[in-house]
């Protein structure tokens, strides 16, 4: 096992411990991993806060990163997510405003390391808040106001994967047509420089010799 340092506010801390580790508690090494849980704010609805905890989210993660102790720091930035249910979209504009602002902070961070980065989500949420029709139309009530929508979306999730870390001749596969988040698992594994074991679903990467 490499060092770890998994990072996240309460709100989202068990989506990378708890749900990544396969829905098992607790550490499988505590001598090669660290969890740094940032409390959540408590008794306010996520549009009054919208920034939430990102930019302390982000700031921990980079620390980590330049601190060269770890092989991989785990991050969860839930701005999008929690304040996208809220269905107030002008808090919600503030909220990825903020998380891009963290995301920014890593990635700085990887650079300064020569590390490698992987970005991506495990659902859509703030990307679109208004309900549609099936011909993707904006709906609205009886008085003419938008109908907005605070679930969950079903669009495709994009990935990210860059950093001065990354082999030449690495490039996503183009016979994954129907990748997803359990995918990124082999991902993760193959751009550490281990063998994904045979009954995990297919990396999203391979490399290609010029």
């Given at each position: 096992?490499?060092?770890?340092?998994?990072?996240?506010?309460?709100?989202?801390?068990?989506?990378?411990?708890?749900?990544?580790?396969?829905?098992?508690?607790?550490?499988?090494?505590?001598?090669?991993?660290?969890?740094?849980?940032?409390?959540?704010?408590?008794?306010?609805t996520f549009n009054v806060?919208?920034?939430?905890?990102?930019?302390?989210?982000?700031?921990?993660?980079?620390?980590?990163?330049?601190?060269?102790?770890?092989?991989?720091?785990?991050?969860?930035?839930?701005?999008?997510?929690?304040?996208?249910?809220?269905?107030?979209?002008?808090?919600?504009?503030?909220?990825?405003?903020?998380?891009?602002?963290?995301?920014?902070?890593?990635?700085?961070?990887?650079?300064?390391?020569?590390?490698?980065?992987?970005?991506?989500?495990?659902?859509?949420?703030?990307?679109?808040?208004?309900?549609?029709?099936?011909?993707?139309?904006?709906?609205?009530?009886?008085?003419?106001?938008?109908?907005?929508?605070?679930?969950?979306?079903?669009?495709?999730?994009?990935?990210?994967?860059?950093?001065p870390g990354l082999a030449?001749?690495?490039?996503?596969?183009?016979?994954?047509?129907?990748?997803?988040?359990?995918?990124?698992?082999?991902?993760?594994?193959?751009?550490?420089?281990?063998?994904?074991?045979?009954?995990?679903?297919?990396?999203?990467?391979?490399?290609?010799?010029?």
């Open positions: 096992m490499s060092p770890s340092c998994i990072n996240s506010e309460t709100v989202k801390f068990g989506h990378v411990t708890f749900f990544w580790n396969g829905n098992r508690s607790g550490y499988f090494n505590p001598e090669m991993e660290e969890y740094a849980e940032i409390p959540s704010d408590v008794g306010i806060q919208p920034k939430m905890k990102a930019l302390e989210i982000g700031e921990k993660a980079r620390d980590a990163i330049l601190s060269r102790k770890f092989d991989q720091v785990r991050v969860n930035i839930p701005n999008g997510d929690m304040v996208g249910h809220t269905g107030d979209i002008q808090a919600t504009v503030v909220a990825c405003k903020a998380a891009d602002e963290a995301v920014k902070m890593i990635i700085d961070a990887i650079e300064q390391v020569c590390g490698i980065y992987v970005v991506t989500a495990d659902h859509g949420n703030a990307e679109d808040m208004v309900k549609r029709n099936k011909s993707g139309q904006p709906l609205y009530d009886k008085s003419g106001k938008l109908q907005i929508l605070t679930s969950h979306t079903c669009q495709p999730v994009p990935i990210a994967i860059g950093g030449a001749g690495v490039r996503f596969r183009n016979d994954v047509p129907d990748g997803g988040l359990a995918n990124v698992a082999a991902t993760v594994m193959n751009l550490h420089g281990y063998v994904a074991p045979n009954d995990y679903e297919p990396t999203l990467i391979e490399v290609v010799n010029n």
